[in-house]
T-cell receptor
Framework: GAGVSQSPRYKVAKRGQDVALRCDPI?????LFWYQQALGQGPEFLTY????????KSGLPSDRFFAERPEGSVSTLKIQRTQQEDSAVYLC?????????????FGNGTRLTVT | AQSVTQLGSHVSVSEGALVLLRCNYSSSVPPYLFWYVQYPNQGLQLLLKYTTGATLVKGINGFEAEFKKSETSFHLTKPSAHMSDAAEYFCAVSDPRGGGRRALTFGSGTRLQVQP
C-alpha cells in the first residue's frame, strides 16, 4: 500500500471492554512503533518492533496493554479492561530501517474514546 | 536520555508574515532532529530532518530549520505564511543508534494559526 493504514479510525468502548487496534505498515518496513497521543499533547512512545520481535515495550502504561506483530508485518495493539484514561489517539508508524535517521511514516491513527 | 521543549503552544501570524516555531532539545548524544506537521484528524507528516552535514535544512512547503549546537536549538521558519500552513507542528529528537524509545521523542507541539 501507499502508506501506513490503521483501523478502525474511531472506536468507542465502554469502560471495562477490551479493544484491538490494527496497523498495516508500509510493505518491507522493518521497524514498527506504537505511540499514544493524548489531546493537545505530542505522541508518547509505547512499544517498538523490529520485524516480529518486540524489542522495547517500556512505554506501555500498564499490563492491560499488549502488542504483537507475529509475522513481522501487521501489528495489533490490544487494551484489556479499558479505562477512561486510555482515551487517546493511537498512532502507528513504520520505518525502513532501525537507524535513527530513518524517518517514521505515520498512519492516521485510531481515536479511542472510553465512556 | 533525550527531551524536546517547544516554546509556545499556540502561535498566530498573519497571512504573508514570517513563521517562527521554536524548538530546544536535550540529548546525551549528538541527536538527529525532525519537524513533523499534523493536520486535523491525520497522522504526522515529515517536514524536514537534520542528521549530519549542512546545519540549514530545507523541507517541504517552503519550511526550513537551522541546527544550532551551541544553543541546542532547531527552530522552524517560513518566510511567508499561507492559510494552508495552519496545523500542529511537532519537533522531535532521535538517538542515532535508533530503535525503541530512542527512535523519536516528541515535543508537546505548537498550533499555528494563520489569520487572513
Amino acid at each position: 500500500g501507499a502508506g501506513v493504514s490503521q483501523s478502525p479510525r474511531y472506536k468507542v468502548a465502554k469502560r471495562g471492554q477490551d479493544v484491538a487496534l490494527r496497523c498495516d505498515p508500509i510493505s518491507g518496513h522493518v521497524s514498527l512503533f506504537w505511540y499514544q497521543q493524548a489531546l493537545g499533547q505530542g505522541p508518547e512512545f509505547l512499544t517498538y518492533f523490529q520485524n516480529e520481535a518486540q524489542l522495547d515495550k517500556s512505554g506501555l502504561p500498564s499490563d492491560r496493554f499488549f502488542a504483537e506483530r507475529p509475522e513481522g508485518s501487521v501489528s495489533t495493539l490490544k487494551i484489556q479492561r479499558t479505562q477512561q484514561e486510555d482515551s487517546a489517539v493511537y498512532l502507528c508508524a513504520s520505518s525502513l530501517a532501525q537507524q535513527g535517521n530513518s524517518p517514521l511514516h505515520f498512519g492516521n491513527g485510531t481515536r479511542l474514546t472510553v465512556t | 536520555a533525550q527531551s524536546v521543549t517547544q516554546l509556545g503552544s499556540h502561535v498566530s501570524v498573519s497571512e504573508g508574515a514570517l513563521v517562527l516555531l521554536r524548538c530546544n532539545y536535550s540529548s546525551s548524544v549528538p541527536p538527529y532532529l525532525f519537524w513533523y506537521v499534523q493536520y486535523p484528524n491525520q497522522g504526522l507528516q515529515l517536514l524536514l530532518k537534520y542528521t549530519t552535514g549542512a546545519t540549514l535544512v530545507k523541507g517541504i512547503n517552503g519550511f526550513e530549520a537551522e541546527f544550532k549546537k551551541s544553543e541546542t536549538s532547531f527552530h522552524l521558519t517560513k518566510p511567508s505564511a499561507h492559510m494552508s500552513d495552519a496545523a500542529e507542528y511537532f519537533c522531535a529528537v532521535s538517538d542515532p543508534r535508533g530503535g525503541g524509545r530512542r527512535a523519536l521523542t516528541f515535543g508537546s507541539g505548537t498550533r499555528l494559526q494563520v489569520q487572513p
